[in-house]
């Protein structure tokens, strides 16, 4: 049977001499010779098919095995560093000697003369014995400086910066990225040098407690606002410097007393004191300008009326949990010191407030430990 003319079983081939196109009769068996054909000839090679078939049920087998592999990041995956919670990064210090640190605290307050007469009568109650040694431990990490050598160090640093920030994956030890969290340059020890590590454990308690993570969030919201902005860690290590104060001059002795807690009492009064810091600043529209007169207030008021600050942050915490914290705010700032409106002499307006000079609590002789300073 023919087409056109030409017999199936002939194919075309090229004359290389004229150019002209023409055909070679064959049988139609030798194509299935061709490499390209042979899978479109009828009746190919089955055991090439089963070759083909393997190879197929194989890539298949590969594949299904990798949709079933789970992402997962691991303690030693590159840029990763598991969150640390506040009672592990605790326990870390628990387990370590500090002895050389507590051997340079100085617990309380020292009084001499009629103020030691005073204090003694009429003064606030002193801390119970079996207390203590968790006294002199906060004393003691208050004095540890953030050391790149140790891993717990560096997982609350960055668990700090995650949690503000929402990023997933570590930053760099040093750079310009710590200025959106709040520090004031490239490196946060510098900024720490006041607080000690306590510092930064306080900012951990801060964001990785379910009940106070809301509010710290809020907080930082406000330190982002153009216009009521203000240095978050910063601040934060301020709030801190006053709850050290607070704890060296017996103000919350009579808490711990009824608690038979030192660490946790502490941690409260510093959330409460940074949250009657925040309701100031964001009801009365401070700015960074109004920064050091802020907080003198606060600390004043703060020492003075502990169980007040303490039993705001718990009406704020209950209300917030109800839905209910433009109220919490509201109940909360109704007794602000009337000089708030006041701006601060000691600050430099034409600063900006890029940077606030400080003297930290753990460099104050004595006599001087009663006094407020700006970190």
């Not at 919201?221 to 104060?245: E, G």
Request: aromatic share 8%.
């Amino acid at each position: 049977m023919g087409l056109n003319g030409f017999t199936l079983d002939s194919y075309k081939i090229e004359d290389l001499t004229n150019g002209t196109t023409a055909y070679r009769s064959g049988p139609i068996s030798s194509l299935k010779q061709n490499d390209l054909l042979q899978s479109l000839a009828a009746g190919g090679n089955e055991e090439q098919n089963k070759e083909l078939s393997a190879e197929v049920q194989q890539a298949q087998e590969e594949w299904a095995a990798l949709e079933s592999i789970q992402p997962a990041i691991s303690e030693d995956s590159a840029g990763y560093t598991p969150l640390i919670s506040f009672n592990e990064a605790l326990q870390h210090f628990q387990t370590t000697d500090l002895s050389d640190y507590k051997k340079n605290i100085q617990p309380t307050l020292r009084r001499t003369g009629l103020a030691a007469i005073t204090h003694f009568l009429f003064g606030h109650p002193r801390l119970h014995r079996e207390l203590q040694e968790e006294r002199d431990l906060v004393f003691a990490i208050a004095q540890c400086s953030l050391d790149n050598t140790q891993k717990v160090h560096m997982r609350v640093l960055q668990t700090v910066y995650k949690k503000l920030t929402g990023a997933r994956f570590d930053c760099p030890r040093y750079g310009c990225h710590w200025e959106q969290v709040g520090f004031q340059g490239t490196d946060p020890a510098t900024d720490l040098r006041g607080t000690g590590f306590l510092g930064l454990m306080h900012a951990l308690y801060l964001v990785m407690d379910p009940q106070t993570l809301p509010l710290a969030r809020d907080i930082y919201r406000l330190s982002q606002h153009p216009s009521q902005n203000f240095p978050f860690c910063v601040m934060s290590i301020n709030i801190t410097r006053i709850a050290i104060l607070a704890l060296r001059e017996e103000t919350l002795s009579k808490e711990c007393n009824r608690r038979q807690q030192v660490v946790g009492v502490l941690n409260d009064f510093y959330v409460a004191t940074f949250l009657h810091l925040f309701q100031i600043w964001k009801t009365q529209h401070k700015t960074i300008s109004d920064s050091g007169f802020v907080l003198k207030e606060v600390e004043v008021f703060a020492k003075k009326n502990p169980k007040q600050v303490l039993r705001c942050l718990e009406s704020f915490l209950s209300e917030q949990k109800s839905g209910g914290t433009a109220l919490a705010m509201e109940t909360c700032s109704q007794n602000p010191s009337p000089s708030m409106g006041r701006r601060s002499p000691r600050l430099d307006p034409s600063s900006n407030g890029k940077e606030l000079n400080f003297t930290g609590v753990c460099e104050l002789p004595p006599e001087m430990e009663g006094e407020a300073r700006l970190i």
